[in-house]
């Protein structure tokens, strides 16, 4: 391997850990449900996409419900990328 490709791989590291603190914690937030800096401009976007798909954003999917919708995203995913 050459220098360079070891450089790329120290820079990849060197990024990696220096993002794990923020996004961690910002994953955190947003998975409690808690209020992020992105809430007001993403909170926006995705109720309209709620809105527009029919959904309730405080409905939970029982295991049946995820299994299919799973199973359709990808059947859709791979026709899209085949």
């Given amino acids: 391997m050459t220098i360079t490709g070891w450089i790329q791989i120290l820079l990849f590291f060197a990024v990696l850990i220096l993002l794990v603190k923020p996004l961690g914690s910002y994953m955190a937030k947003v998975l409690e449900g808690k209020k992020t800096f992105l809430t007001p401009v993403l909170g926006v976007l995705e109720r309209g996409i709620y ?32």
């Fill in 51 to 82: 809105r527009i798909c029919g959904i309730d954003g405080s409905d939970e999917m029982d295991w049946k419900t995820y299994t299919l919708a799973f199973l359709l995203f990808s059947l859709v995913g791979i026709v899209f990328l085949y």
